[in-house]
């Protein structure tokens, strides 16, 4: 089965850790919206009215399934790809942690949009540049710092211990868009967490993923998406 994934076709943002989970899975997908037409299929399924439409992208369709929610979208391939653990119990520890990095991605996004997406980024500078010291120094050690501690806990290479889960390809975009986006907040900050770092090096270089990183189907880090490099926050 050629899975169809539906993201919006300039930026990483939320599609990319479906995108590296199918990757690291070695599974066929097509990156719809990225094809000719592909935006206007997009919007005609979330628009749709009978059946089950996603309120946002991403979501993927899998045969007759559409899945909706990051998270959930991976809840599912998880399963499917050796990427979560076969246990109830050890799926259910995973979702959550996936989920707790989707709360995290919302405070990364509010450093620069504090007031909104619909303000530009220009009319809301003295609250980002207020909020993003609160992120630094509250929410990025809170976050950082839980996540480091479960793989000291853990004592293997990956989250969960010795064997990689989605979550593992999420924390490695995490770190490799915090690096983006504040390039010398985050090297000060590194020493804190060299287990996090450890982490995203070994995912690099797994070889399905080296390939993808090396590849056109990642597209660059950007000003459009989560993770953007804004100078005066990064001060």
């Not at 992208?57 to 790809?81: D, E």
């Not at 399905?208 to 989560?226: D, V, W």
């Amino acid at each position: 089965m050629k899975y169809e994934l539906y993201y919006w076709p300039e930026i990483q943002g939320r599609g990319e850790y479906v995108r590296l989970a199918l990757e690291e899975a070695g599974a066929a997908y097509v990156d719809v919206a990225r094809g000719p037409r592909g935006s206007d299929a997009m919007m005609k399924m979330m628009e749709a009215r009978k059946g089950t439409p996603p309120f946002a992208p991403p979501f993927l369709k899998a045969g007759k399934l559409v899945i909706g929610q990051t998270a959930n979208i991976l809840l599912y391939l998880g399963a499917r790809h050796g990427l979560a653990p076969k246990m109830e119990a050890g799926k259910l520890w995973v979702h959550q942690l996936q989920l707790t990095i989707s709360d995290f991605a919302v405070e990364i996004h509010d450093t620069h949009h504090p007031l909104g997406p619909s303000q530009y980024y220009e009319d809301q500078k003295a609250p980002a540049k207020k909020r993003t010291a609160d992120f630094w120094d509250e929410r990025v050690p809170k976050y950082l710092g839980y996540f480091e501690r479960l793989l000291d806990g853990k004592g293997g290479a990956y989250v969960t211990g010795r064997r990689l889960t989605y979550v593992d390809l999420s924390l490695f975009q995490i770190v490799a868009g915090l690096r983006y986006a504040f390039p010398r907040r985050m090297k000060a900050f590194e020493k804190n967490i060299p287990g996090l770092v450890g982490l995203h090096d070994r995912v690099a270089a797994r070889p399905n993923i080296k390939a993808y990183l090396g590849s056109e189907r990642r597209i660059p880090f950007n000003e459009q998406g989560i993770f953007r490099r804004y100078r005066e926050l990064d001060a």
